[in-house]
């Protein structure tokens, strides 16, 4: 079983900066990747960003240039950076791992969420 906790959301104004963070523990095999993912109040949730456990990127166009995520492998962490935020990032943001086992035997797991609001 694997736990992620998040820290890092709140309330802040457009222009404005947040770094995320999110630290799994428990069985995360060697071939993963860790992420995050947005939900706003009627819309489906999305990816915002991802990374690999060999540090290959992808990211949202509606986030590119404005966010980066990282990850410290040694202490399975995955950060995500957001400057220039504007009101339309508002959102629960959740972190996820997707991992697979030797066998190609997957597993993805969900945080709880965290709140980020940004004001106009």
């Known amino acids: 079983q694997v736990q992620l906790v998040e820290s890092g959301g709140g309330l802040v104004q457009a222009g404005g900066s947040l770094r995320l963070s999110c630290a799994a523990s428990g069985s995360i095999f060697s071939r993963n990747v860790m992420g995050w993912y947005r939900q706003a109040p009627g819309k489906q949730r999305e990816l915002v960003a991802d990374?690999?456990?060999?540090?290959?990127?992808d990211y949202a166009d509606s986030v590119k240039g404005r966010f980066t995520i990282s990850r410290d492998n040694a202490n399975n962490t995955v950060y995500l950076q957001m400057n220039s935020l504007k009101p339309e990032d508002t959102s629960v943001y959740y972190c996820n791992v997707k991992t697979w086992t030797a066998l190609s035997i997957s597993y993805d797991y969900w945080g709880q969420g965290t709140q980020v609001t940004v004001s106009s």
């Open positions: 990374i690999t456990t060999g540090g290959s990127t």
